[in-house]
């Protein structure tokens, strides 16, 4: 599989696959600037099916023990171009001067979980159902990372907006998808509540900012609320 990244992010991501070495993520065949050679994946499951007949917390598992593997310590140092979380987060603050609520209960948490990072790694920075996929004899692979350095409790959140709205507005999803992560990743359940509650507040900000193909930010403002209300804020 060929990509050709588009974004400074995409490239850093690239970098990130290549150091992974395979371990956890897609194999990096040959790398070139913006190009990327990658194995493809052979397997015919999805994450995303798997999660709306049922089997959701299966899906969650496999996340889990995805993130955990590129998690993992490595012989070498990560790559410099990592993204720091401080410079992802930069499009929050202003945002939620303007429109306060939630995004400015938000940005305060970020703030805070940011002040006093823990278990800094490299981060995928964008982990969801779409991005672990099913490569048959090698398991659950990720692909399409974003090249981000921070506390490891950022690459769960995501998982919480994912695989689609419906679903994680569901009633008792997140806190049955939270009894699983924080049980999985050995996280206290409110690090990764303060996380979750950042990271949907980020993506709000930038569908606020730059709306993309019609997306609205409503699902994402109502994940933070949902998160912010479990946070008692």
Known sequence: MLKI???PEEIAGGALMEW???EGAARV????AEA???ER???TASL???ASPGRDDEATTIICEAVERLHRPRGSRPPVSLVPLEVWFRQLAPTAVIHGGVLAKADAVAKALMAAPRDIVALHGDVHHGNILDFGPRGWLAIDPKGLLGERGYDYANTFCNPDTSLALQPG???RHLGVVAQRSGQAPRRVLQWILAYSALSAAWMIDAPLNGE???GRLAIAELAAAELGL
Do not use: K, N
């Open 36 to 38: 990327l050679l990658l």
């Open 48 to 50: 995303a099916d798997m």
């Open 216 to 218: 609205t930010p409503d």
């Open 5 to 7: 990244a588009s974004a």
């Open 20 to 22: 992974w070495g395979g």
């Open 29 to 32: 065949l040959a790398r070139e």
């Open 41 to 43: 994946a052979v397997g």
């Open 173 to 175: 999803r997140l806190q």
